[in-house]
């Protein structure tokens, strides 16, 4: 009878749990009916300082081809990194899943009310072809070494850097060198039935002074009615980052004014060191190649990467590059995460036992970024092309100069970069 007992004392103990992880499921879902995706990205740098009127670099070299003065706008500004303020927006709906075309009104802030036309592009990308032939390609095996620094401060941290000889690469080392932090999930992005804005109907620029706080909507046959929603503060356009550089004691001594709504910061620089050298750093506190971070991220990610110290604190002003870790000159990026948003309509039912069936879904995305090459300009804000720098007239791609293949030169990472690209298709990073 005791051993009885214990297996009922056993038995309901194992129920108990049983229940309790049952009420701890999280709730039944199903995508939304409608969803759709707005990025958002302020670009600065590379440009002539006090130039203004949209000459940074690309505006002054589409001007010189006659690429500027068109004021046409293209889908995926975004991820160009061409100096100015982008917005991004795709819009789907499942009712129909061949959506030709849609419209987001928008507020008077933005400028461009009452509304943005959306357009689906016309033609799917093209299937992979079955091809069962060999193809015979010589490989040379990447030579030269790769510097890893990261931390900011004068002097170089105690153990580092962390060197990864080409020569001598393995998939272990070469997994545990390029280890990095990205959580970037899909935005704006281009497909068949999805529109899309900037359009061929509407490529209008995103004015000077332009907000998106305001109540947004989306229309178009198959959305659901009622997709309303409104953008606040947090997600407005964000200013160009003004980063300045100054030299101390053989550093390089980095200072930005702080952006309001920056939820946290990053920089990283790439460079060479002698014949076939690469040379990487990152403001990142702990180990952190970067090369995942230059985009867009979620919020969680954000504020674990933070207490990580992966990131700088959105308080932080001022970073130094250690001295001595480059040589002719690197590049330089930095990035200013804004805070995600992410709304849904109805919202998620307390109710664990109730399916959740949103009949819209909206995500709103927010970075600034800027880029300049290490050691330019020689202090003060907005020096080395950084900050100040006003929207570009874009060109068309036809009508974009091509640049020169560089030639191979002591101090460049030409061929090393080349090898790089070899590496992260075999061992996946």
Known sequence: MKKRGRFVAVGCFLLAGGLAVAQAQPVKSKPPVAQAWIDVATFSGMGMPGMGGGMGAMGMLGGMFGGAGQGRNEFGRTISGVSGSWVDVTLFTRNNPRLAEGV??????TRLAPDLKLVSPKTEKSAPVDDDRVVQEDFEPPKGKIYLYWGCGETVRKGQPLVLD???????????FFAGRRATQRGAHLAVGRPVWPSEQDYRLVPEGASLVGEHAFKGQGVPEGFKFNI????????????????????TVLEWKGLPTARAYFISAMGARGENEMVLWSSSEVQESGFG?????????VDRWLKEKALLLPEARTCTVPKGIFGEGAMLQMIAYGSELNLAHPPRPADPKQTWEPQWAVKVRVKSEASA?????????????IGGMGRPEPEPE????QPAKPEQQPGSFEGIGKGLDKLKGVFGF
């Open 293 to 301: 971070l230059m985009d867009y991220q979620t919020n969680p990610a």
């Open 373 to 385: 090459m290490l050691g330019a300009g020689g202090g003060g804000m907005g020096m080395g092309g």
């Open 232 to 251: 606040g503060p947090n997600q407005e356009i964000m200013p160009p980052i003004e980063l300045g550089q100054q030299e101390r004691n053989g550093a």
């Open 398 to 401: 036809s009508s974009r100069p």
């Open 104 to 109: 987001q009104m928008v507020p008077a802030g």
């Open 166 to 176: 080409m020569a001598k690469i393995n998939p272990a080392e070469a997994q545990k």
